[in-house]
């Protein structure tokens, strides 16, 4: 059975992606081609718990120096809001990303600023909204 991708995007036809062939390759190495597609491949590091991937895809001028995340954090979905190009290499997503902790349910809607360098996009911060 493939594995879908947690960050939830689907074809033209609304049939959800595999792992395989959505977030998973740029967890291995290969650079996403926009900031939506490396703001959802954030998003399915933080399901998947791939700490050096969000470390390694946050801009150097705001990288914290380790990240713990969440311990028993339920991750129950993302949601594009808008994708707005602003700039030549400079990006915002706004989002809302769902999740259960301690049996609360916790709604994060943050609009966050991305930066293109060498041909890489990388996350630089955000506004909670
Ligand atoms: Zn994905």
Do not use: N
């Amino acid at each position: 059975m493939p594995v879908l991708c947690p960050c939830g995007r689907t074809q033209a036809k609304g049939q959800p992606l595999t792992l395989d062939t959505c977030c998973g390759p740029y967890h291995a190495g290969q650079a996403a081609p926009d900031a939506q597609s490396l703001m959802r491949s954030r998003y399915s590091a933080f399901v998947l718990g791939d700490v050096p991937y969000l470390l390694t895809t946050w801009h150097s001028s705001q990288r914290p120096a380790e990240l713990t995340l969440e311990a028993g954090a339920k991750w129950l979905g993302l949601e594009i809001k808008q994708h707005r190009t602003t700039g030549e290499d400079t990006a915002e997503v706004e989002f809302v990303a769902r999740f259960r902790v301690d049996g609360k349910a916790v709604r994060q809607h943050e609009r966050s600023r991305f930066v293109r360098e060498g041909g890489r996009w990388f996350y630089v911060d955000g506004d909670v909204l």
